[in-house]
């Protein structure tokens, strides 16, 4: 029913029928929600062509950011007339992220290692060197259970990370984090990185260093950069504690693997 038709003489109901009909055009989606913790959103995806109605418009995918939280599913959208067809949206998660945002605005650092506090034992973590790795109870920093490093031949034997290369992201930095204690002696104590490429020698980076003493914890940290794919097919990427003389055992609880930027 056309407007004109209906200046004079229409009822109630013929304008609500008029009010009900589509201008032809379908209408803008929603794009999707945050890729993760600083993940960009995703845009409004374009509107229908007006073809009777035309089919509604599809939300772009979000950027993939640093958190590590699934993409929001897309708007639907509404139908731009008789013909128009909800629009699609969404998109892949945010990669790699290491941080979560608070409602409040503040950010708390994700640890990317599942159990920081070998509560179920240290899977994953490898001996580097000769060492032998014992999971000990009520040795730990708030009394619990804690990793030993024992029967070590050399000053780099000691506790190293499960495989990186597939959790962390090329081109990006991250802090490894680790508390240390010495069994006796007091000595020095290192987190270092093991990197080895394809076709490359391999490449060993100490990362931090700092006294231990066996009265108390004490606490290591140091930062690294994932090489670019350009640069470097990694083969493994490891983190590991080391540094005191062979004939020294210490224990290593808390160990923390972090996004910085």
């Known amino acids: 029913m056309a407007l004109g038709a209906c200046l004079v003489g229409c009822s109630l109901q ?5 009010s009900s009909q589509s201008d032809g055009l379908g ?5 999707g929600a945050l890729g993760g913790a600083s993940g960009s959103a995703g845009s409004a995806g374009a509107g229908g062509s007006p073809n009777d109605g035309g089919s509604g418009g599809s939300g772009a995918a979000p950027v993939a950011g640093n958190g590590g939280g699934p993409a929001g599913a897309g708007g639907s959208n509404d139908p731009g007339g008789s013909g128009g067809a909800a629009g699609t949206g ?4 945010g990669v790699g992220g290491s941080s979560v945002t608070l409602p409040d605005g503040g950010v708390v650092e994700q640890n990317l290692l599942s159990d920081p506090g070998f509560e179920g034992g240290h899977v994953d973590w490898i001996g580097f060197g000769e060492v032998e790795i014992l999971d000990v109870e009520g040795e730990g920093r708030d009394g619990s259970r804690c990793i030993y490093l024992a029967e070590r031949v050399a000053t780099f ?10 959790l962390l992201v090329p081109e990006r930095r991250y802090r490894a984090e680790a508390w240390v204690r010495m069994e006796t002696d007091a000595d ?3 987190i ?3 990197a080895s490429c394809t076709g490359l020698a391999d490449a060993y980076t100490q990362l931090t260093s700092a006294g231990a003493i066996p ?3 004490t606490f290591l940290t140091g930062e690294f950069d994932v090489p670019a794919v ?3 097919t990694l083969t493994e990427l490891r983190f590991y504690i080391e540094g005191p003389d062979p004939i020294n055992s210490f224990y290593v609880d808390d160990v923390g693997l972090y996004f910085v930027e």
């Open 230 to 232: 350009a640069d470097c």
């Open 188 to 190: 020095t104590t290192r």
């Open 215 to 217: 009265d108390d914890w």
């Open 14 to 18: 013929d304008f609500d029928a008029l």
């Open 192 to 194: 270092s990185l093991k």
């Open 90 to 93: 969404g998109g892949s998660a």
């Open 27 to 31: 209408r803008a989606g929603t794009g």
């Open 157 to 166: 034997s000691g506790p190293a990370s499960p495989e990186l290369r597939n």
